[in-house]
C-alpha cells in the first residue's frame, strides 16, 4: 500500500456502509472501506460475489441501502471502463467524438470544452490509437476499443480509474498488455485505479490492495496478507499465476 | 388540379405552411434521439395515450362535475406517459420498446371502451387529437413555436450529456451522470412536443417526420453533426413540397407531406451509397 503512505487523506470513505439493489436485502455486511489516491485496487471475487456491485456503490452510481459515503476529495472524479465493448452500430460517432464523451459530465449546461478534442487526441496517442480520431467508433476492433474506453474515461482528468472485467475477452499476452498500459497511463495521470476482475493473473505484480469479495463477506488487505491468512484459498496459488 | 393558383392563394396557405414547418423542424430534432435510442413507436404511443387524456377529460364532467380543458389533458397525458418509459425502460426486465407498446396498446383499449360511453364525442375527440392539416389556429402555431424553443433549449443545454446517456448508459451513470433523469427530461420534451405536433399536423404525418428525416440523416451523413442537418433540412423540404404538391393536385395534405419524407428518405440513401 505504498499509495497510501504518503497520502494525508483518503479520496472517498464508507462507513457503515450497506451495498445491494433492493432494500432491506444488502449484498454484505455494514461496510467501512476506504479509497487511497494513486492506490491500485483490486475488486477479486468469483462470479455473482457483488463485485460490480461494491464498485457502482464506491463512485455513486448505485445509492446506498445504509450508512454512508464521504467525498473526502473536492471535486472527486471517477473515470469508467465498462465491461461490454459492443455498442448499437448506428450511432454516427468518430473515436475522438466518443473519447470526448468523457468530458461530458463535467460540463456546465450549454458548455463546450475548447481542450477537450486536444486532451483527446493526446489519449488518443497515449493508448496506441494516434490517428484513428476520425475513423468511426463502430469500424474500430474490440481491442481497440477498449483502449478508446480507457482514453475516454481519462480525458476529464480523473482521479480513480475504474476498470470492470476489461481482461474478461483477453488472452494472457493481450492482459498483460493491458496491465502495462494502464500501469503507465497511472504513472502518467496518478490516478488511482479500481480494477474489477474474477483473476487475478498479470495484476499480482502490481496491486496495492485486494478487495476480495465471496459468499456475502468481503475482506481488504495486501495479496501477502490474504494469502497468509487463507482468504484467497482456492482463488490464488502464489507463483503459479492461476485463477479459478 | 386547383383552379386558383398556388401563389393566390396564399391567405390560406401561409398559417398551416408555418405550422407543418415547426411542426418539421421539432419533430425532425426529436426523431434524430427517437431513432438513435431505438424507440421509433414512441409517436404512436404518445398519440393514443394523448387520445386516452382527451377522453377523459370530455368524461370529467360526468364523472367528477367539473371541466377539465381536453387539449391539455391529451397534451399532459401524452407527455406524460412518455416520461413512464424512461423509467419503465432501464428496468431489466422490461426494455423501452416493450414499455411503449404497452402504452400503446393499452392507452387505445382504455380509450375505445371509455369512448363508448360518449358515443357523440366521436367526431369531437378525432378533431381535437389531429386537428386538420389545411387549417391552422394561431393558438397551434404558437404552441409549436413554444415546444420548438423549448426542445432547442433543451437540446442545446444538454447534448453531450444526452448522447453520453444514450449511448452508454451504464458509463454515464458511472461517471456521475444522473441517467434516469436526464432520460425522463427528454422523453417529457418528446412527449410534449409529439403531443403537440399530432394536433397540429395529424398521428401519421408526425410519426413519419420522427422517423424518416433522421433516418435518412443516417444513411446520408457520417457526423452526429450531418446527421441532424440532414433531418432538420429533409423534413423542412418535405413539409413545404408536401403541402405544395398536395394543393396544387388536390392530395391529402398529411400523406402528400409523409411521401415525400419517403422521397428525401431515398435521396439520403442515394447519397450515402454515394459516399462510401
Same mark, same amino acid.
Given at each position: 500500500?505504498?499509495a497510501?503512505?504518503g497520502?494525508?487523506?483518503?479520496h +472517498?470513505r464508507?462507513v457503515?456502509?450497506?451495498i445491494?439493489?433492493?432494500?432491506?436485502?444488502p449484498? +454484505?455486511?455494514?461496510l467501512?472501506?476506504?479509497?487511497?489516491p494513486?492506490?491500485? =485496487?483490486v475488486?477479486a471475487g468469483?462470479n455473482?460475489?457483488?463485485?460490480?456491485?461494491?464498485?457502482?456503490?464506491?463512485?455513486?452510481? =448505485?445509492?446506498?441501502l445504509?450508512g454512508? /459515503?464521504?467525498?473526502?476529495?473536492?471535486? +472527486?472524479?471517477?473515470?469508467?471502463v465498462?465491461q461490454r465493448l459492443?455498442f448499437d452500430?448506428?450511432?454516427?460517432l468518430?473515436?475522438?467524438?466518443?473519447? /470526448?464523451?468523457?468530458?461530458?459530465?463535467?460540463?456546465?449546461?450549454?458548455?463546450r470544452?475548447a481542450?477537450?478534442?486536444?486532451?483527446?487526441?493526446?489519449?488518443?496517442?497515449?493508448v496506441?490509437?494516434g490517428?484513428?480520431?476520425d475513423?468511426? #467508433?463502430?469500424s474500430?476492433?474490440?481491442?481497440?476499443?477498449q483502449?478508446?474506453?480507457?482514453a475516454?474515461?481519462?480525458?476529464?482528468g480523473p482521479?480513480? +480509474?475504474?476498470?470492470?472485467?476489461p481482461a474478461?475477452?483477453?488472452?494472457?499476452?493481450?492482459?498483460?498488455a493491458?496491465?502495462?498500459?494502464v500501469?503507465?497511463?497511472?504513472? /502518467?495521470?496518478?490516478?488511482?485505479?479500481?480494477?474489477i476482475?474474477?483473476?487475478?493473473?498479470? =495484476?499480482?505484480? /502490481?496491486?496495492?490492495?485486494?478487495?476480495?469479495l465471496r459468499?456475502?463477506?468481503?475482506r481488504?488487505g495486501?495479496?501477502q496478507?490474504?494469502?497468509?491468512?487463507?482468504i484467497?484459498e482456492g #482463488? #490464488?496459488?502464489?507463483?503459479?499465476e492461476a485463477?479459478r | 388540379?386547383s383552379? @386558383?393558383s *398556388?401563389?393566390?392563394?396564399?391567405?390560406?396557405?401561409?398559417?398551416p405552411?408555418?405550422?407543418?414547418?415547426?411542426?418539421?423542424?421539432l419533430?425532425? !430534432?426529436c426523431?434524430v *434521439?427517437?431513432? !438513435?435510442?431505438?424507440s421509433a413507436?414512441?409517436? %404512436?404511443?404518445v398519440?393514443?395515450?394523448s387520445? !386516452?387524456? @382527451?377522453?377523459?377529460?370530455?368524461? %370529467?364532467?360526468?364523472?367528477?362535475?367539473?371541466e377539465?380543458?381536453?387539449l391539455?389533458?391529451g397534451v399532459v &397525458?401524452?407527455?406524460?406517459s412518455a416520461g413512464?418509459f424512461?423509467?419503465?425502460g432501464?428496468?431489466?426486465r422490461?426494455g423501452?420498446?416493450?414499455?411503449?407498446?404497452?402504452?400503446?396498446?393499452?392507452?387505445?383499449a382504455?380509450?375505445? &371502451?371509455l369512448?363508448?360511453?360518449l358515443?357523440?364525442?366521436?367526431?369531437?375527440?378525432?378533431?381535437?387529437? *389531429?386537428?386538420?392539416?389545411?387549417?391552422?389556429?394561431?393558438e397551434e402555431?404558437?404552441?409549436?413555436?413554444l415546444?420548438?424553443?423549448?426542445?432547442?433549449?433543451f437540446f442545446?443545454?444538454?447534448?453531450?450529456?444526452?448522447?453520453f446517456?444514450?449511448?452508454?448508459?451504464?458509463?454515464?451513470?458511472a461517471m456521475g451522470i444522473?441517467?434516469?433523469? !436526464?432520460d425522463a427530461?427528454?422523453y417529457?420534451?418528446?412527449g410534449l412536443?409529439?403531443?403537440?405536433a399530432t394536433?397540429a399536423l395529424g398521428?401519421?404525418?408526425? *410519426? %413519419?417526420l420522427t422517423v424518416?428525416?433522421a433516418s435518412?440523416g443516417?444513411?446520408?451523413?457520417r457526423?452526429?453533426s450531418?446527421?441532424?442537418?440532414?433531418?432538420?433540412?429533409?423534413?423542412l423540404?418535405? %413539409?413545404?413540397?408536401g403541402?405544395?404538391?398536395?394543393?396544387v393536385?388536390s392530395?391529402p395534405?398529411g400523406?402528400t407531406?409523409?411521401l415525400?419524407l419517403g422521397?428525401?428518405?431515398?435521396?439520403?440513401?442515394?447519397?450515402g451509397r454515394?459516399?462510401r
Open positions: 500500500m505504498s497510501q503512505k497520502s494525508a487523506a483518503p +472517498l464508507l457503515s456502509a450497506r445491494g439493489h433492493r432494500p432491506g436485502q449484498l +454484505l455486511p455494514p467501512d472501506f476506504e479509497l487511497w494513486g492506490e491500485w =485496487l475488486v468469483p455473482g460475489a457483488g463485485k460490480s456491485t461494491f464498485v457502482q456503490s464506491l463512485v455513486g452510481a =448505485l445509492p446506498l445504509g454512508r /459515503r464521504e467525498i473526502l476529495t473536492p471535486g +472527486l472524479r471517477f473515470g469508467y465498462p459492443s452500430p448506428i450511432w454516427p468518430s473515436t475522438l467524438d466518443v473519447v /470526448r464523451m468523457g468530458i461530458a459530465p463535467w460540463l456546465p449546461p450549454f458548455g470544452s481542450s477537450a478534442s486536444a486532451r483527446a487526441r493526446e489519449l488518443l496517442d497515449q496506441g490509437l490517428g484513428l480520431g475513423t468511426p #467508433f463502430r474500430l476492433s474490440g481491442g481497440q476499443r483502449r478508446a474506453l480507457i475516454r474515461a481519462l480525458v476529464a482521479q480513480v +480509474l475504474v476498470l470492470d472485467e474478461n475477452h483477453l488472452d494472457p499476452p493481450g492482459e498483460r493491458l496491465v502495462e498500459l500501469s503507465e497511463l497511472r504513472e /502518467r495521470t496518478g490516478a488511482a485505479v479500481v480494477w476482475s474474477h483473476r487475478l493473473g498479470a =495484476l499480482a505484480q /502490481r496491486l496495492d490492495r485486494i478487495a476480495f459468499a456475502g463477506a468481503i481488504v495486501s495479496l496478507a490474504l494469502s497468509a491468512e487463507g484467497l #482463488f #490464488f496459488e502464489p507463483g503459479k485463477f | 388540379m383552379e @386558383v *398556388f401563389w393566390e392563394a396564399a391567405f390560406l396557405w401561409r398559417d405552411l408555418i405550422a407543418a414547418s415547426l411542426g418539421a423542424v419533430c425532425a !430534432l426523431g *434521439f427517437v431513432v !438513435l435510442r431505438r413507436f414512441v409517436s %404512436a404511443a398519440a393514443q395515450a387520445s !386516452l387524456g @382527451v377522453v377523459l377529460a370530455l368524461l %370529467a364532467p360526468h364523472v367528477i362535475g367539473s377539465i380543458p381536453p391539455a389533458a &397525458v401524452g407527455a406524460a413512464l424512461a423509467l419503465s432501464r428496468d431489466a422490461i423501452v420498446d416493450a414499455s411503449i407498446a404497452l402504452a400503446y396498446v393499452l392507452a387505445g382504455a380509450s375505445l &371502451v369512448g363508448t360511453l358515443p357523440h364525442e366521436y367526431e369531437r375527440v378525432h378533431s381535437l387529437l *389531429f386537428g386538420d392539416a389545411v387549417a391552422a389556429p394561431i402555431i404558437v404552441a409549436l413555436a415546444c420548438l424553443l423549448l426542445a432547442v433549449v442545446a443545454a444538454l447534448f453531450p450529456r444526452l448522447v446517456a444514450s449511448f452508454d448508459p451504464e458509463a454515464a451513470g444522473r441517467v434516469r433523469r !436526464l427530461a427528454l417529457f420534451v418528446l412536443s409529439i403531443a403537440v394536433r398521428a401519421l404525418t408526425v *410519426f %413519419a424518416i428525416p435518412g443516417l444513411l446520408a451523413g457526423r452526429f450531418g446527421v441532424i442537418a440532414w433531418a432538420v433540412a429533409s423534413a423540404v418535405a %413539409a413545404a413540397g403541402y405544395y404538391l398536395s394543393f393536385w392530395l395534405t400523406a407531406i409523409v415525400a422521397a428525401t428518405l431515398l435521396l439520403g440513401l442515394a447519397v454515394l459516399r
